[in-house]
T-cell receptor, first 113, second 117 residues
Framework: LAKTTQPISMDSYEGQEVNITCSHNNIATNDYITWYQQFPSQGPRFIIQGYKTKVTNEVASLFIPADRKSSTLSLPRVSLSDTAVYYCLVGYILTGGGNKLTFGTGTQLKVEL | GAVVSQHPSWVICKSGTSVKIECRSLDFQATTMFWYRQFPKQSLMLMATSNEGSKATYEQGVEKDKFLINHASLTLSTLTVTSAHPEDSSFYIC?????????????FGQGTRLTVV
């Protein structure tokens, strides 16, 4: 499984855009990139997933360059409630749904007023 | 989206006793579920993969006789911490992926806080 590297922590202020970059130099051809958010004492929550280029949903955007060795999660106009740990994961997907996900260290995002 | 539910949300037990944690997929069938453990301020560590109708697959360093996993149906997996000790106190989380195409996401339970006293 590809190893991921993320910044340990980031600080931001309400209303700002936050970009969290993840390195995954050993990403395999079949690997997808997935980001999860985790609040204290809760299970992780899916944010976004992509394979290449750009993916956008109602909460975030995911930018993946052509070589796919890194990815950037972009959170527009963060609020205090976005304070959480954000995990970047890479892994291949089996059609039977059996692929396991391995978590890296994650990035602790702290949003202040 | 799909829902994965864990029970109990928290449990306190005495050292030496066993504790069972349930993980249910509420609106889909999961042939495979995953169990994680998370210590304070650390990342999730995969413990084992639970396979319906067969033996679980444990990650290196995880004692299969201490952490018993049973996946008896397509919607329920259980993790039993046997002869629990204070060092087993942790946050246990399960997850399941909806079977389907290549971009299906994994859903996580809310976690179970185990405290062994």
């Amino acid at each position: 499984l590809a190893k991921t590297t993320q910044p340990i922590s980031m600080d931001s202020y309400e209303g700002q855009e936050v970009n969290i970059t993840c390195s995954h130099n050993n990403i395999a051809t079949n690997d997808y990139i997935t980001w999860y958010q985790q609040f204290p004492s809760q299970g992780p929550r899916f944010i976004i997933q992509g394979y290449k280029t750009k993916v956008t949903n109602e909460v975030a955007s995911l930018f993946i360059p052509a070589d796919r060795k890194s990815s950037t999660l972009s959170l527009p106009r963060v609020s205090l409630s976005d304070t959480a740990v954000y995990y970047c994961l890479v892994g291949y997907i089996l059609t039977g749904g059996g692929n396991k996900l391995t978590f890296g260290t994650g990035t602790q995002l702290k949003v202040e007023l | 989206g799909a829902v994965v539910s864990q029970h109990p949300s928290w449990v306190i037990c005495k050292s030496g006793t066993s504790v069972k944690i349930e993980c249910r997929s509420l609106d889909f069938q999961a042939t495979t579920m995953f169990w994680y453990r998370q210590f304070p301020k650390q990342s999730l560590m995969l413990m084992a993969t639970s396979n319906e109708g067969s033996k679980a697959t444990y990650e290196q360093g995880v004692e299969k006789d201490k952490f018993l996993i049973n996946h008896a149906s397509l919607t329920l997996s259980t993790l039993t911490v046997t002869s629990a000790h204070p060092e087993d106190s942790s946050f246990y989380i399960c997850s399941a992926r909806v079977p389907g195409g290549a971009d299906t996401e994994a859903f996580f339970g809310q976690g179970t806080r185990l405290t062994v006293v």
